[in-house]
């Protein structure tokens, strides 16, 4: 399985650029596995299911989408079933996703400014870093800047622009509201 995803993660990339980034690779593949597996769980305790009524309207969706070209959109599905329980696939998991939200309880948190700024450095350092690892240069022959250069300052979020923050990222709800003391 996690071969599968590692060839779903790197299908852009150059065979060298996938080598220099297999450690990643492997660990973002173990994450995404590991999601689905979860919701998939989920799924199953909550008997979520897919109908055929659902799937026809996601079909008149994509016919909708490509206005004119509906009969070969029918027979790209007709001719494909894997396109078809990828599309079943997409409407679970959309299923799954909307009934944790219904669940799902909100909490909210006043929190100092000093503290969503923290909050955004740190994450947003998180993400640099992450960020950093997958575009290193993958042939050190072609390396040809300076490394005695200053580096150039990271971008952050200015403290003035968080007022209302619903997520940091899609995975995390974070910061929810900002009080100023």
């Known amino acids: 399985m996690i071969e599968q995803e590692v060839k779903i993660l790197s299908q852009d990339m150059k065979e060298n650029e996938i080598k220099n980034n297999k450690k990643s690779l492997e660990e973002q593949a173990k994450k ?3 999601t689905g597996l979860i919701l998939n769980a989920f799924g199953e305790k909550n008997q979520i299911k897919v109908t055929q009524t659902e799937l026809n309207a996601e079909f008149q969706k994509q016919f909708r989408m490509m206005p004119g070209q509906e009969k070969i959109v029918k027979e790209y599905y007709e001719k494909n ?5 990828s599309l079943r696939g997409s409407i679970y998991e959309e299923k ?12 909210k948190k006043e929190i100092s400014m000093d503290e ?6 740190a994450e947003n350092e998180k993400n640099f870093k992450e960020n950093e690892k997958l575009s290193e240069p993958t042939d050190l022959k072609d390396h040809s800047h300076n490394h005695n250069k200053k580096p150039k300052t990271k971008k952050t979020l ?3 622009s968080v007022k209302k923050t619903k997520s940091i990222s899609r995975k995390k709800k974070i910061v ?3 009080s100023k003391k």
């Not at 079933?81 to 329980?85: F, T, V, W």
């Not at 799954?96 to 909490?107: D, P, T």
């Not at 969503?116 to 450095?121: M, P």
Request: no cysteine; aromatic share 0%.
């Open 158 to 160: 200015a403290p003035s």
């Open 96 to 107: 799954i996703i909307e009934e944790i939200k219904k669940i799902a309880k909100v909490k």
């Open 81 to 85: 079933p894997a396109a078809i329980e």
């Open 116 to 121: 969503a700024t923290k909050i955004l450095k």
């Open 176 to 178: 929810k509201k900002v």
């Open 32 to 34: 995404r596995i590991k």
